[in-house]
């Protein structure tokens, strides 16, 4: 049974910082590419960031690059989102996600097969 718990979210002043991570288990951690996504109230779900099963690529959404930085360490089985200057229109719950047994990246939602519970995200002005 695979699970994917995040950690890390919280209330954080604009500008500040927060470093998201989520527990894989249940899968086979480096065959599977991984990525972020987040849902603010009242909107869709949208990309954030997503890394290869190798951890040499990575992709990210235009509205975080250079200020997010997604990571993945295999001996833990768990991946990262290092967020900083973070701004109000960050506020959201995020979502870590896994995809079946495929190792190449995917900024679309629908080509993740697993998903967390996510954890909220808070930017105060």
């Known amino acids: 049974q695979v699970q994917l718990v995040e950690s890390g979210g919280g209330l954080v002043q604009d500008g500040g910082a927060l470093r998201l991570s989520c527990a894989a288990s249940?899968?086979?951690?480096?065959?599977?590419?991984m990525g972020w996504f987040r849902q603010a109230p009242g909107k869709e779900r949208e990309f954030v960031a997503t890394?290869?099963?190798?951890?040499?690529?990575?992709s990210y959404a235009d509205s975080v690059k250079g200020r997010f930085a997604i990571s993945r360490d295999s001996a833990k089985n768990t991946l990262y989102l290092q967020m900083n200057t973070l701004k109000p229109e960050d506020t959201a719950v995020y979502y870590c996600?896994?995809?079946?047994?495929?190792?190449?990246?995917?900024?679309?939602?629908?080509?993740?097969?697993?998903w967390g519970q996510g954890t909220q995200v808070t930017v105060s002005s």
């Open positions: 890394i290869s099963g190798s951890g040499y690529l990575t």
């Open positions: 996600a896994a995809r079946r047994g495929i190792a190449a990246t995917a900024t679309t939602d629908a080509l993740y097969y697993y």
């Open positions: 249940g899968l086979t951690f480096s065959s599977a590419a």
